[in-house]
């Protein structure tokens, strides 16, 4: 069987391992995370459509890989509620509460009326203090701001390697921030596009 060949985006599952392994042991790791909230945003209003989703998602290939190749999915198809339009809004709607929560919390601390709370919160429920390293020389809310980001990165990992197990492996898109985010920023783009398109053709139909 002829081998496809890889490239070197066919790797960044290894670095979505090394992000939740590097931020155990330094909680600041936790801010290269920013790297997938905006890159896959800025690629999109750059006209470059799904391009993130499709090609340099290292979490989606995290997916696969255990999914498929490890064999840890039992590949039921995905629930009809978890694909539907109301399930993605309504989550990517909490979620965005939830991150807007955590940048408030991280104001607080910025602005003094709140000490650093170093914990880890599982699912946005369950509290795990986190006696970090003493990170010198930082301020606290850059700190606050890291335990915030981890703690949502592994919750989002948690429910899509939960849903990658009793489901399809990349079930976790289906309802996805990102995803949803980037899909609707793309219809928009588009749109803009072909009505600049059918009034540039309204406009020269007009000159002929
Ligand atoms: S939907 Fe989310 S997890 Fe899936 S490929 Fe896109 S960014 Fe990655």
Redo the contacts with the bound molecule.
């Keep these: 069987m002829k081998m496809k060949n890889k490239k070197w985006n066919d790797y960044l599952w290894i670095a979505t391992v090394l992000y939740f392994i590097l931020g155990l042991f330094n909680i600041m790791f936790a801010w290269l995370g920013m790297i997938c909230f905006m890159v ?1 945003l800025i690629l999109t209003f750059m006209g470059k459509g799904k391009l ?2 499709n090609s340099y ?1 290292g ?2 290939q995290l997916f696969n890989i255990l999914g498929e190749r490890k064999k840890l999915s039992k590949k039921r198809p995905t629930p009809e509620f978890l694909a539907g339009k109301a399930f993605r809004y309504g989550f990517l709607i909490f979620f965005m509460t939830m991150f807007f929560n955590m940048v408030f919390n991280t104001y607080l601390v910025f602005e003094g009326s709140r000490n650093l709370r170093e914990v880890i919160t599982i699912l946005w429920t369950f509290k795990f203090a986190w006696n970090a390293p003493e990170i010198v020389g930082v301020s606290p809310w850059i700190v606050q701001f890291a335990f915030g980001f981890y703690s949502m990165m592994l919750t989002s990992a948690i429910i899509g390697i939960t849903t990658m197990h009793f489901y399809k492996p ?1 079930t ?2 289906t309802f ?1 921030p ?2 949803t985010m980037t899909q609707e920023i793309n219809k928009v783009m588009h749109k803009k596009a072909y009505n600049a398109l059918l009034d540039s053709r309204q406009s020269d139909e007009k000159i002929a």
């Design positions: 896959p993130y989703c998602c979490r989606s990349r976790w898109c996805c990102i995803g």
